[in-house]
């Protein structure tokens, strides 16, 4: 069964220093795999996908992941952390492209703090 | 703004009562998806509409419905609503290009 795994519920983390926001997922096929934010009372903002190729995926806000078949990985990363990255990150395994692009499993999702 | 737009923003209701949440998705965007996000089950997928026919079912009680209508909006209709039914809705759409669900801000529904 597909599924997806945040192991961490929350991280606190100072401002400037650098983040990596785990994921592990679970996808029989070849996995489509994104990040996405959502800041308090906010609907959810893609920071981030891959589908194939490179396998260091660059996104919005200064994000990356890296697609890690081995480890069944994608883990989300950002050299210096600012206040404002402070919200709940989830991680997501979906199937399909274009018409055929179906449902997204979601992990439980990691809460991230910045302290100042 | 992720260009799909959802109202209302806030229901309030009582146990038992049927309410309508609704979903413009993105222009020419022909797929709307359903999630429930609760404390509990965290961001569960209920349903997908694809140019007006249902695709997909997840974790949709039978005392929810969906539709998809001609100009692509989407209503979720919720009935003899329970406590926890309480949650934030979202919708999200994606497009033959994007490859992409893109969500909507959602409607927090409270049930006393």
């Known amino acids: 069964a597909q599924s997806v795994t945040q192991p961490d519920i929350h991280i606190t983390v100072s401002e400037g220093a650098s983040l990596e926001l785990r994921c592990n997922y679970s996808?029989?096929?070849?996995?489509?795999l994104f990040w996405y934010v959502q800041s308090p009372g906010q609907g959810l903002q893609l920071l981030l996908k891959y589908f194939s190729g490179d396998t260091l995926v660059q996104g919005i806000k200064g994000f990356e992941a890296e697609f890690k078949r081995s480890q069944s990985s994608f883990n989300l990363r950002k050299p210096s952390v600012h206040w404002s990255d402070a919200a709940e990150y989830f991680c997501a395994v979906g199937a399909g492209r274009g018409s055929t692009l179906g449902r997204l499993y979601f992990g439980r999702g990691t809460q991230l703090t910045v302290w100042p | 703004d992720s260009g799909v737009t959802q109202t209302p923003k806030h229901l309030i209701t009582a146990t038992g009562q049927r309410v309508t949440l609704r979903c413009s998705p993105r222009s020419g965007d022909l797929s709307v998806y359903w999630y429930q996000q609760s404390l509990d089950q965290g961001l569960q997928f209920l349903i997908q509409y694809y140019n007006g026919e249902e695709r997909a079912k997840g974790n949709i009680l039978e005392r929810f419905s969906a539709q998809q209508f001609p100009d692509l909006h989407s209503e979720l209709n919720l009935s003899s609503l329970e406590l926890g039914d309480s949650a934030l809705y979202f919708c999200?759409?994606?497009?033959?290009?994007?490859?992409?669900?893109?969500f909507g801000p959602g409607t927090r529904l409270t049930v006393l």
């Open positions: 999200a759409s994606s497009g033959l290009v994007t490859d992409t669900q893109y």
């Open positions: 996808y029989g096929a070849t996995p489509y």
